[in-house]
């Protein structure tokens, strides 16, 4: 029983995946103020907590289950996610970039008539 508990700890301990995308989640949460500044320690360690009971209870019930090639699907749901916040944060800086040099003339470009 030890054994089998010590084996899917150590599975655990190797899912990167996962780790981005609570870390990503939180990041997301905390732009909502969802998640006070401060306070994400906490939230990572509830929801590491959550997803370890999580895939205990898989391991459990489906001990075939593939926990790396899981973690591996989840890995790429947090690359997705990340490039498209980072398209977010551009098309924000871009808005902000815009505004900003509104009205300041450009080297090379004339709005006069001649």
């Given at each position: 029983?030890?054994?089998s508990?010590?084996?899917?700890?150590?599975?655990w301990s190797a899912?990167?995946?996962?780790?981005?995308?609570?870390?990503?989640v939180?990041?997301?949460?905390?732009?909502?103020?969802?998640?006070?500044?401060?306070?994400?320690q906490?939230?990572?360690?509830?929801?590491?907590?959550?997803?370890?009971a999580?895939?205990?209870?898989?391991?459990i019930?489906?001990p075939?289950?593939d926990?790396?090639g899981i973690?591996?699907e989840?890995?790429?749901?947090?690359?997705?996610?990340?490039?498209?916040?980072?398209?977010?944060?551009?098309?924000?800086?871009?808005?902000?970039?815009?505004?900003?040099?509104?009205?300041v003339?450009?080297?090379g470009?004339?709005y006069?008539?001649?």
């Open positions: 029983m030890l054994d508990l010590l084996k899917v700890l150590l599975e899912l990167a995946g996962l780790a981005a995308l609570i870390a990503l939180i990041n997301v949460l905390k732009q909502f103020n969802l998640v006070e500044d401060g306070k994400a906490s939230w990572s360690a509830a929801l590491n907590l959550i997803a370890m999580v895939f205990l209870g898989l391991k019930y489906n075939q289950i926990l790396p973690d591996a989840i890995a790429k749901v947090a690359q997705i996610a990340l490039i498209i916040l980072g398209y977010v944060g551009q098309l924000g800086i871009s808005k902000g970039t815009h505004a900003a040099v509104r009205g003339p450009v080297v470009n004339s006069s008539i001649l």
